[in-house]
């Protein structure tokens, strides 16, 4: 079995968990890892038994790698993927895919141009939890949905040091609503402040306005509780997703129409037949690269336009 040759660039807790799961998969040899930071990057090496490296460029240069995995603060995204990928290695990379929209659209262009996978890790997508949600949807089981409303709120993670709250959070919801209704909005209102830190964004609201449904997307770093949720509602239904925990709650709609002559049909409402929906609960992290390992041995199309799409919205700029 051919073992294919990682690296990971980025040893902070995103990276680090890059690195855990690359170790614990057969099909790949962790075979390098780069930060700046020594002290972490020794532990790692050690711990993980793999070189490391100070400088990414010598990495790359030194070591025939076939998959790298990017954890880099978003300023340096590009400059990172853009180098790599002229390398002809395949790139896993931490979304958001860049900082504009223009250094997005180059690396989705250079991955063609030099024919490597390149996949922003938008990592909800692989959330067993979302993948079923996704097959109850398609289904027509709740109908046609009309309505998204996502939350995603916590108190202030200090390791994000160069994105507001719409970047690192945000994104996340907008991207699995777009994924769920199979569009792209086609108004987008946003509201964001500076709360508690005040060089950056630490609220944010966006109402995603579809052709036939819409999407209130809330995030924050000032509630004091974390809360990863998405409620969706369908004209013959209801669900409640819980991220964290991978739990889902289907509520199907009892209701028969009575005509009226002097108004529409009045709907007359019974009480809902709810479903506890268990999942095979499963890491998204481990799933996600997995996932890429698959398209990189199987020779798979990978495209990460969806990454740019939400990358526009973020920006406001569709």
């Not at 025939?64 to 880099?72: A, K, Q, T, W, Y």
């Amino acid at each position: 079995m051919k073992k294919y040759k990682v690296g990971v660039i980025g040893a902070g807790n995103m990276g680090s968990n890059h690195i855990r799961v690359y170790s614990e998969i057969p099909e790949v040899d962790l075979v390098a890892i780069s930060d700046v930071n020594p002290e972490t990057l020794k532990d790692l090496a050690t711990e993980y038994i793999a070189n490391f490296y100070y400088n990414y460029i010598e990495m790359i240069k030194e070591e025939e790698l076939d998959i790298v995995s990017i954890c880099v603060p978003t300023n340096l995204h590009y400059e990172v993927a853009k180098n790599c990928i002229k390398n002809k290695i395949n790139v896993l990379l931490e979304k958001p895919i860049t900082s504009n929209i223009k250094e997005a659209k180059e690396l989705l262009e250079l991955s063609k141009e030099y024919k490597v996978k390149f996949l922003v890790g938008h990592i909800e997508r692989f959330n067993p939890a979302v993948t079923k949600v996704k097959e109850i949807i398609d289904s027509g089981k709740i109908g046609n949905i009309t309505a998204i409303i996502a939350r995603r709120v916590g108190i202030f993670p200090p390791q994000i040091q160069d994105a507001d709250v719409a970047v690192d959070l945000a994104i996340h919801d907008i991207d699995i609503a777009n994924y769920l209704l199979n569009s792209l909005p086609i108004e987008v209102t946003v509201n964001k402040k500076r709360n508690l830190i005040k060089k950056r964004n630490d609220s944010v609201e966006f109402f995603l306005k579809y052709i036939n449904a819409s999407a209130y997307i809330q995030a924050n770093w000032i509630t004091p509780v974390k809360i990863r949720k998405l409620n969706i509602t369908g004209e013959n239904g209801y669900l409640e997703l819980d991220y964290v925990n991978q739990k889902i709650e289907l509520y199907e709609s009892n209701y028969k129409k009575i005509k009226s002559r002097s108004f529409d049909d009045i709907l007359h409402f019974s009480e809902p037949d709810k479903t506890i929906i268990s999942v095979a609960r499963k890491e998204p992290l481990k799933e996600e690269i997995l996932y890429f390992i698959d398209c990189v041995k199987e020779n798979k199309i990978v495209d990460s336009s969806f990454a740019l799409d939400s990358l526009k919205i973020i920006l406001n700029n569709l």
